[in-house]
């Protein structure tokens, strides 16, 4: 078994599956899980093998993005997929064939979660002291399930203008100067104690008016979760209110159609049900 560490980078593992297809290393020989229980007792040769593999640019593409799911197998999986490819079975690139299924499942959870922090994430103002020259004028702390960060990022500089920015994460983070993108791996402690720390000036205002937009009587938990995750509760400013008005919701206000300051005031009673 030849066991390898890409350290999670995608260019890193490409220059190693090439290395390995040139010389005709199958995927049963070769593994990228950092806790082999075996060390490697094979080695590369130090040159290149005969064997030159033609991939086409549709396979690579969907490789570098399945590369950003975080899982069992992450590095192996595609490594699987290549071989087969590179010795002419595409269907290995399709969501039919077995392997060609999970390939695609994760690919669909990698836009999935790119998505989620198009839609989650909440930017907060700093105030201007903390934002001086060369400091984010915005920060937001997020936590994706995949490796994510680095290339869903840039959706926020055609929307924040020429503001400078801050995303944080248990991981990575990345920092907008106002002109160019800067990524780094491993995000540094004072940008997370940054985005962790910030506090929302309007973070009042903005709780006031969701509780009050909240329509019980159109509550639908399961949809609501598929579409807003639990696990982002946390994070949102309205995180905290959400399992208060799902309770409210299912012991009367649901019935009633309406929120209880709003039932408090004069007037007829609306009964939304037959």
Same mark, same amino acid.
């Given at each position: 078994?030849?066991?390898l560490?890409?350290?999670?980078?995608?260019a890193?593992w490409?220059q190693?599956?090439?290395?390995?297809?040139s010389?005709?290393?199958?995927?049963?020989?070769?593994?990228?899980?950092?806790?082999?229980?075996f060390?490697?007792?094979l080695? /590369?040769? $130090? #040159? @290149?093998?005969?064997?030159?593999?033609?991939?086409?640019l549709?396979l690579?593409? *969907?490789?570098?993005?399945? !590369?950003r799911y975080?899982?069992?197998?992450?590095w192996?999986?595609?490594?699987e997929v290549?071989w087969?490819?590179?010795?002419?079975?595409?269907?290995?690139m399709?969501?039919?064939?077995?392997?060609g299924?999970?390939?695609?499942?994760r690919l669909?959870q990698?836009?999935?979660e790119?998505?989620?922090?198009?839609a989650?994430?909440?930017?907060?103002a700093?105030?201007?002291?903390?934002?001086?020259?060369g400091?984010?004028?915005?920060?937001a702390?997020?936590e994706?399930?995949?490796d994510?960060?680095?290339?869903?990022?840039?959706?926020?500089?055609?929307?924040?203008?020429?503001?400078?920015? /801050?995303i $944080? #994460? @248990?991981r990575d983070?990345?920092?907008?100067?106002g002109?160019q993108l800067?990524? *780094?791996?491993?995000?540094? !402690?004072?940008?997370q104690?940054?985005a962790?720390?910030a506090?929302?000036?309007?973070?009042?205002l903005?709780?006031t008016?969701y509780?009050?937009i909240f329509n019980?009587a159109?509550?639908?938990?399961r949809?609501?979760?598929?579409?807003?995750?639990?696990?982002?509760?946390?994070?949102l400013?309205?995180?905290a209110?959400?399992?208060?008005?799902?309770?409210?919701?299912?012991?009367?206000?649901?019935?009633?159609?309406?929120?209880?300051s709003?039932?408090?005031?004069?007037g007829k009673?609306?009964?939304?049900g037959?």
């Amino acid at each position: 078994m030849i066991c390898l560490d890409c350290d999670d980078l995608f260019a890193t593992w490409r220059q190693q599956a090439r290395w390995l297809l040139s010389h005709g290393v199958e995927p049963s020989q070769v593994s990228w899980e950092t806790a082999e229980l075996f060390a490697t007792d094979l080695e /590369l040769p $130090a #040159t @290149p093998g005969p064997f030159q593999a033609r991939i086409p640019l549709a396979l690579v593409e *969907q490789l570098e993005a399945a !590369a950003r799911y975080r899982g069992e197998q992450r590095w192996s999986l595609l490594y699987e997929v290549l071989w087969r490819v590179s010795h002419g079975d595409r269907t290995a690139m399709l969501a039919g064939d077995s392997l060609g299924s999970e390939l695609h499942r994760r690919l669909k959870q990698v836009s999935r979660e790119a998505h989620h922090l198009h839609a989650f994430v909440r930017f907060v103002a700093l105030a201007p002291a903390e934002s001086a020259p060369g400091r984010p004028e915005y920060v937001a702390w997020h936590e994706p399930a995949h490796d994510i960060l680095e290339s869903a990022s840039s959706h926020f500089i055609g929307r924040m203008g020429r503001h400078r920015w /801050l995303i $944080a #994460t @248990p991981r990575d983070g990345v920092y907008y100067d106002g002109e160019q993108l800067h990524h *780094q791996r491993q995000c540094p !402690a004072p940008w997370q104690q940054l985005a962790r720390e910030a506090e929302d000036p309007h973070g009042e205002l903005w709780l006031t008016y969701y509780s009050h937009i909240f329509n019980p009587a159109r509550l639908n938990t399961r949809a609501m979760q598929g579409h807003l995750p639990s696990r982002f509760w946390k994070h949102l400013p309205e995180g905290a209110l959400i399992p208060g008005l799902i309770s409210e919701a299912r012991t009367g206000k649901q019935r009633d159609g309406q929120a209880g300051s709003v039932g408090a005031r004069q007037g007829k009673r609306i009964i939304t049900g037959g």
